[in-house]
């Protein structure tokens, strides 16, 4: 497994952008599969990107969000544009071996999560 820690969130006004970091610990990153998960109080936690060889991305967030990732900085990140108050959420950050997955069940790794809100 790896270590998370997620930075970048806070508080922005609609149509505002974001970028997000994920540090990770450990000499194998570039194995494992990247992603940004979200979640608000009393809801599931909701898939939004993921990275490996290629890019996923949840309907909601594509065309705003970008994700990316850069091996030698062990780090990922998301970068929000045009953020809408729907997306204010505890974001984090999510490391797994599966290829190409959405389902949080196939991340072993997590990171303790960054605040976004956005107001209208």
């Known amino acids: 497994q790896v270590q998370l820690v997620e930075s970048g969130g806070g508080l922005v006004q609609a149509g505002d952008s974001l970028r997000l970091s994920c540090a990770a610990s450990?000499?194998?990153?570039?194995?494992?599969?990247m992603a940004w998960f979200r979640q608000v109080p009393g809801k599931e936690r909701e898939f939004v990107a993921a990275?490996?060889?290629?890019?996923d991305y949840a309907d909601s967030v594509k065309g705003r969000f970008a994700i990316s990732r850069d091996n030698a900085k062990n780090t990922v990140y998301l970068q929000m544009n045009n953020l809408k108050p729907e997306d204010t959420a505890v974001y984090y950050c999510?490391?797994?071996?599966?290829?190409?997955?959405?389902?949080?069940?196939?991340?072993?790794?997590w990171g303790q999560g960054t605040q976004v809100t956005v107001s209208s």
């Open positions: 990275i490996n060889w290629s890019t």
């Open positions: 450990g000499r194998t990153f570039s194995s494992y599969t």
């Open positions: 999510a490391a797994g071996l599966v290829f190409r997955t959405r389902d949080p069940r196939n991340f072993g790794s």
